[in-house]
């Protein structure tokens, strides 16, 4: 599996981004995919995951009512649309997807897109 991001960039606090993350490859194998993020000088946290089979989703606390997490199964693609943007959103986002096998779990991630909200 392979997953490229797009969509990062630099805006003013109270703003809106959109974030793809395009997948290729054995598509049919991911179980659930999230984005998270590595703000400067911390460590990389959950921001929201949706699942392939029921679209249960998760919101970390501090993004929740503010972003949205969708996926477009015929593109092979995820969104997070992220909307009433705040400096402490600032940070590289990184797509994720998760394949369970039998004894093992298999992480995949992109190579991550950079925000920056600006007071």
């Known amino acids: 599996v392979q997953l490229v991001e797009s969509g990062g960039g630099l805006v003013q606090a109270g703003g809106s981004l959109r974030l793809s993350c395009a997948a290729s490859?054995?598509?049919?194998?991911?179980?659930?995919m999230g984005w998270y993020r590595q703000p400067p000088g911390k460590q990389r946290e959950l921001v929201a995951t949706?699942?392939?089979?029921?679209?249960?989703?998760n919101y970390a606390d501090a993004v929740k009512g503010r972003f949205t997490i969708s996926r477009d199964n015929t593109k092979n693609t995820m969104y997070l649309q992220m909307n009433s943007l705040k400096p402490e959103d600032t940070a590289v986002y990184y797509c994720?997807?998760?394949?369970?096998?039998?004894?093992?779990?298999?992480?995949?991630w992109g190579q991550g897109t950079q925000v920056t909200v600006s007071s």
């Open positions: 949706i699942t392939s089979t029921d679209s249960s989703i």
């Open positions: 994720n997807a998760v394949r369970r096998a039998v004894l093992f779990t298999y992480n995949y």
């Open positions: 490859g054995s598509t049919f194998s991911i179980n659930a």
